[in-house]
Nanobody, 115 residues
Framework: QVQLVESGGGLVQPGGSLRLSCAAS????????MGWYRRTPGKQREMVAT???????GYAESVRGRFTISGDLAKNMVFLQMNTMKPEDTAVYYC?????????WGQGTEVTVSS
């Protein structure tokens, strides 16, 4: 079973930056999309940013202009650069991948924005 492994979470002050990374443990066959979701206590998991193998990118309105997704999907890797962070960005961030025959989730990495 392919695993998605996230890294880069942690504690940051409001206005600061963090960079999340995600890599697959082995090649994902027929990969179509990779991206990031997040979940805060009491809320459903929400899409943050996605990128397709054709380069199409999408962002949640709450992060547009502050977060940037990038990746090398041929290597099954995706990154999330988070700038000008706000306390409401505090969440567990999950890496996500969609292939023709599979949907994968990482274990999540905690991000806390607090002074």
């Amino acid at each position: 079973q392919v695993q998605l492994v996230e890294s880069g979470g942690g504690l940051v002050q409001p206005g600061g930056s963090l960079r999340l990374s995600c890599a697959a443990s082995e090649t994902i066959s027929s990969l179509r999309v990779m991206g990031w979701y997040r979940r805060t206590p009491g809320k459903q998991r929400e899409m943050v940013a996605t990128i397709t193998t054709s380069g199409r990118i999408g962002y949640a309105e709450s992060v547009r202009g502050r977060f940037t997704i990038s990746g090398d999907l041929a290597k099954n890797m995706v990154f999330l650069q988070m700038n000008t962070m706000k306390p409401e960005d505090t969440a567990v961030y999950y890496c996500h991948a969609i292939a023709v025959t599979d949907i994968l989730w990482g274990q999540g990495t905690e991000v806390t924005v607090s002074s």
